[in-house]
């Protein structure tokens, strides 16, 4: 599955939105501007990864990546 940061940015808001909390209470509890988190949920693709990691950290969203499997033989 590939994630644009748009979508990534729209799981953000809404999970925000679900658990009551508000751009500035996210901002302050991850250590991130009110500026980036705005950022981050408008979908911006320059926004800083660790940034974001730690963003959807404090929400409590999970990313989970699978490398690729290695070709059989060779």
């Not at 599955?1 to 808001?13: D, F, V, W």
């Not at 999970?15 to 979908?43: H, K, M, P, W």
């Not at 929400?59 to 060779?74: D, K, N, Q, T």
């Given at each position: 599955?590939?994630?644009?940061?748009?979508?990534?940015?729209?799981?953000?808001?809404?999970?925000?939105?679900?658990?009551?909390?508000?751009?500035?209470?996210?901002?302050?509890?991850?250590?991130?501007?009110?500026?980036?988190?705005?950022?981050?949920?408008?979908?911006?693709?320059t926004?800083?990864?660790?940034?974001?990691?730690?963003?959807?950290?404090?929400?409590?969203?999970?990313?989970?990546?699978?490398?690729?499997?290695?070709?059989?033989?060779?």
């Amino acid at each position: 599955m590939s994630l644009t940061p748009e979508q990534l940015g729209k799981i953000a808001r809404k999970t925000r939105q679900q658990i009551g909390v508000t751009q500035s209470d996210l901002a302050l509890t991850s250590g991130t501007g009110l500026r980036f988190i705005g950022d981050l949920e408008n979908g911006k693709p320059t926004c800083q990864m660790g940034k974001v990691l730690t963003v959807l950290q404090t929400l409590g969203i999970r990313i989970e990546l699978v490398p690729p499997r290695a070709p059989r033989g060779g």
